[in-house]
């Protein structure tokens, strides 16, 4: 057995929560990889919605769609702050997961990053929309100006969810040097 990394455990626990034809979240398209497994995940009767601020990120997730003969006519995806996700999706549409990576576009401009204030408006939204049993994954790369209150409030925010309505698991590797990725993953249970 092979521990996961946050990556693996993230996509480990999307599979076990989103089946064929559900509509999910990929708050923070970076280079496109998550809405890929996304809409796999979810197939061509599934919807998946995406957002970044950086429309350099927009086009590199449409590209590795395309490449990879992805039909994206149930792909939305947004050049504009995740935490814009309530006002996006409509009032009635419920999702069963979602996934965050905070922190900065890899490849990319260094100081155009993930705050705490959008992203907790982001998993609000995706709370208010998220099914019984769905999962919002949230994994903060906090080795950046900022990062460490960017996960510090995350985390807090994740501590305070009503037990009775969410189950909050915490995600970490204690020896790793240089700010390895936590993961927090909420699911609703009530």
Same mark, same amino acid.
């Given at each position: 057995? *092979? =521990?996961?990394?946050? !990556?693996?455990f993230s996509h480990q626990l999307l599979s076990e929560s989103i089946v064929a034809g559900d509509?999910? =979240? #990929?708050?923070?398209?970076?280079?496109?990889? #998550?809405? &890929?497994?996304?809409?796999? !995940?979810?197939?061509?009767?599934?919807?998946?919605?995406?957002? #970044?601020?950086?429309?350099?990120?927009?086009?590199?997730? *449409?590209? @590795?769609?395309? +490449?990879?003969?992805?039909?994206?006519?149930?792909?939305? &995806? $947004?050049? =504009?702050?995740?935490?814009?996700v309530d006002e996006v999706l409509p009032d009635e549409t419920?999702?069963?997961?979602?996934?965050?990576?905070?922190? %900065? &576009?890899?490849?990319?401009?260094?100081?155009?990053?993930? %705050?705490?204030?959008?992203?907790?408006?982001?998993? +609000?939204?995706?709370?208010?929309?998220? $099914?019984?049993?769905?999962?919002? =994954?949230?994994?903060?790369? $906090?080795?950046?100006?900022?990062?460490? /209150?960017?996960?510090?409030?995350? @985390?807090?925010?994740?501590?305070? @969810? #009503?037990? +009775? /309505? $969410?189950?909050? !698991? +915490? %995600?970490?590797?204690?020896?790793?040097?240089?700010?390895?990725?936590? !993961?927090?993953?909420?699911?609703?249970?009530?």
């Open positions: 057995m *092979k =521990i996961k990394s946050a !990556l693996e509509t999910v =979240i #990929d708050c923070t398209m970076g280079n496109g990889h #998550d809405t &890929l497994f996304l809409a796999n !995940l979810v197939g061509k009767n599934g919807t998946v919605y995406g957002f #970044d601020i950086q429309a350099e990120a927009v086009n590199n997730t *449409k590209a @590795l769609l395309k +490449k990879n003969h992805v039909e994206t006519d149930h792909i939305y &995806l $947004y050049n =504009i702050s995740h935490a814009k419920m999702i069963s997961g979602a996934i965050f990576n905070l922190g %900065y &576009l890899p490849g990319g401009n260094k100081t155009i990053v993930t %705050y705490p204030e959008t992203t907790i408006a982001a998993i +609000k939204g995706c709370l208010s929309h998220l $099914y019984h049993n769905g999962v919002v =994954i949230v994994v903060a790369y $906090y080795g950046h100006p900022g990062g460490e /209150r960017e996960k510090n409030t995350v @985390l807090e925010f994740g501590s305070q @969810l #009503d037990q +009775k /309505r $969410y189950s909050v !698991l +915490k %995600y970490s590797f204690l020896n790793q040097k240089h700010f390895p990725p936590i !993961l927090m993953a909420i699911q609703r249970i009530d």
